[in-house]
C-alpha cells in the first residue's frame, strides 16, 4: 500500500519558518515527483513545490521562490519543504503528492497517482 504522510504544519507569526515533511511508503522512491500543493479555504488547490529525486529537477510557483526551499532525502523517502519568511497568505492546508518523474516535478493535478492527508500551516499577521 502506497502511503504519503505529510506533517509539520502549525501555527506560526508572519515570518516565521516551518519545515514540512512528506514521507513515501510502498512504492519507488526515484520513479515518482513529489510536489506539494496547498489550498486555502474558497480557493483552488494550487502547486507550490516540487521534485524529481531521479534528476534534482525542482520547481517552485512564483509566490513562494526566495523563500521556501523543497529538498529530498533519498535514504529515507521524505522530502521537505523548508518555509521561510512566512506571510499570512501561506495559510492553507498543505498537501504532498506523486507522480510518475516523466511528467517532472510539477504536473497537471489530474496526473497525480497518490495523495498524503494533508497539513494545516496557519500564519498569523
Known amino acids: 500500500e502506497v502511503q504519503l504522510q505529510a506533517s509539520g504544519g502549525g501555527l506560526e507569526q508572519d515570518g516565521g519558518s516551518l519545515r514540512l515533511s512528506c514521507a513515501a511508503s510502498g512504492l519507488t522512491f526515484d520513479d515518482y515527483a513529489i510536489t506539494w500543493f496547498r489550498q486555502a479555504p474558497g480557493k483552488e488547490r494550487e502547486g507550490v513545490s516540487g521534485?524529481?529525486?531521479?534528476?534534482?529537477?525542482?520547481y517552485y510557483a512564483d509566490p513562494v521562490k526566495g523563500r521556501f526551499t523543497i529538498s529530498s532525502d533519498n535514504a529515507k523517502n521524505i522530502v521537505y519543504l523548508q518555509m521561510n519568511s512566512l506571510k499570512p497568505e501561506d495559510t492553507a492546508v498543505y498537501y504532498c503528492?506523486?507522480?510518475?518523474?516523466?511528467?517532472?516535478?510539477?504536473?497537471?493535478?489530474?496526473?497525480?497517482?497518490?495523495w498524503g492527508q494533508g497539513t494545516l500551516v496557519t500564519v498569523s499577521s
Open positions: 521534485i524529481s529525486s531521479s534528476d534534482d529537477s525542482k
Open positions: 503528492a506523486a507522480v510518475r518523474r516523466d511528467w517532472g516535478p510539477y504536473a497537471r493535478i489530474d496526473l497525480y497517482d497518490y
